[in-house]
T-cell receptor
Framework: SQKIEQNSEALNIQEGKTATLTCNYT??????LQWYRQDPGRGPVFLLL?????KEKRKERLKVTFDTTLKQSLFHITASQPADSATYLC???????????FGSGTRLLVRP | NAGVTQTPKFQVLKTGQSMTLQCAQD?????MYWYRQDPGMGLRLIYY???????DKGEVPNGYNVSRLNKREFSLRLESAAPSQTSVYFC???????????FGDGTRLSIL
């Protein structure tokens, strides 16, 4: 079955630096991949979606890449701010169906 | 501008008790979902409803039932609660399968 791996260790970076989070998957390439942000005690909030035929997507300070050869997606936050501190979840779908498979998330801490 | 509303926010049950978690969305979305989130694990899909009048099992449906009451509301029922069902439960909705999902802020359920 399809599995997603996100680094369970927190990523600790200095304000102003670029944060890079990794999402690796096994087996088949997903039809699309989504990234969500989750704050403590809150539900996930959608950030970006990238499809299997796209290499890169950008939105303001956020960038997502999708490498089907490496079976990996990278999520970048440029010019990071303390307000970016949260847990970031990767989710993939094998087709346009309704079932998303979520990773366990990576916690990002941005130090002022 | 409520989005997805879940009630209750917190609940403590004894083993064997029953409980219904409520979810309502005001975005006119066709599809609704129930997930559980446990420490160190990703969100796992319990049940989903692709459209009003339909429901389907997700990854971890055992011990749960659902009802899509109308387009707005999707409830999750635990008939006989077990300690293994202690978790945070999230409801989500979207227009259709591949679109981003909008989440509520969760119900924190403890079963003693």
């Amino acid at each position: 079955s399809q599995k997603i791996e996100q680094n369970s260790e927190a990523l600790n970076i200095q304000e102003g630096k670029t944060a890079t989070l990794t999402c690796n998957y096994t087996n088949y390439s997903p039809a699309y991949l989504q990234w969500y942000r989750q704050d403590p005690g809150r539900g996930p909030v959608f950030l970006l979606l990238i499809r299997e035929n796209e290499k890169e997507k950008r939105k303001e300070r956020l960038k997502v890449t999708f490498d089907t050869t490496l079976k990996q997606s990278l999520f970048h936050i440029t010019a990071s701010q303390p307000a970016d501190s949260a847990t970031y979840l990767c989710a993939l779908a094998m087709d346009s169906s309704y079932k998303l498979i979520f990773g366990s998330g990576t916690r990002l801490l941005v130090r002022p | 501008n409520a989005g997805v509303t879940q009630t209750p926010k917190f609940q403590v049950l004894k083993t064997g008790q029953s409980m219904t978690l409520q979810c309502a969305q005001d975005m006119n979305h066709n599809s609704m979902y129930w997930y559980r989130q446990d420490p160190g694990m990703g969100l796992r899909l319990i049940y989903y409803s692709a459209s009003e009048g339909t429901t389907d099992k997700g990854e971890v449906p055992n011990g749960y039932n659902v009802s899509r009451l109308n387009k707005r509301e999707f409830s999750l029922r635990l008939e006989s609660a077990a300690p293994s069902q202690t978790s945070v439960y999230f409801c989500a909705s979207n227009g259709q399968g591949s679109q981003p999902q909008h989440f509520g802020d969760g119900t924190r359920l403890s079963i003693l």
